[in-house]
């Protein structure tokens, strides 16, 4: 069955890390992008970063660039996001998203159930 799991969330404080992992069952990453969102309290859902199934194109939102860094294990089905120098107003619950043939397209068909991540000294 079609899954995406999210995981690796948790409290850390300001400059720590985390690494969040999004392991996907039921499609072949070939054929999808996948995206890390986050939303906070009273905040709209942000994008934060993309990576083709391919791994050949990466983006990323310009409040985490040089900070945050998605990568994509192929054979694990499984795409990640190293977060580091970390800051209170990355407070939120992460989300990953596979988006339809590659990033851009705009069409987020399928959701994982997010995981919270709490920067706070």
């Known amino acids: 069955q079609l899954e995406l799991v999210e995981s690796g969330g948790g409290l850390v404080q300001p400059g720590g890390s985390l690494r969040l992992s999004c392991a996907v069952s039921g499609l072949t990453l070939n054929n999808w992008a996948i995206n890390w969102f986050r939303q906070a309290p009273g905040k709209e859902r942000e994008g934060v970063s993309c990576?083709?199934?391919?791994?050949?194109?990466?983006n990323y939102t310009d409040s985490v660039k040089g900070r945050f860094t998605i990568s994509i294990d192929d054979a694990k089905n499984t795409v990640y996001l190293q977060m580091n120098s970390l800051k209170p107003e990355d407070t939120a619950v992460y989300y990953c998203?596979?988006?339809?043939?590659?990033?851009?397209?705009?069409?987020?068909?399928?959701w994982g159930q997010g995981t919270q991540v709490t920067v706070s000294s």
């Open positions: 990576i083709s199934g391919s791994g050949d194109t990466r």
């Open positions: 998203a596979a988006e339809a043939t590659r990033c851009g397209s705009g069409w987020y068909n399928y």
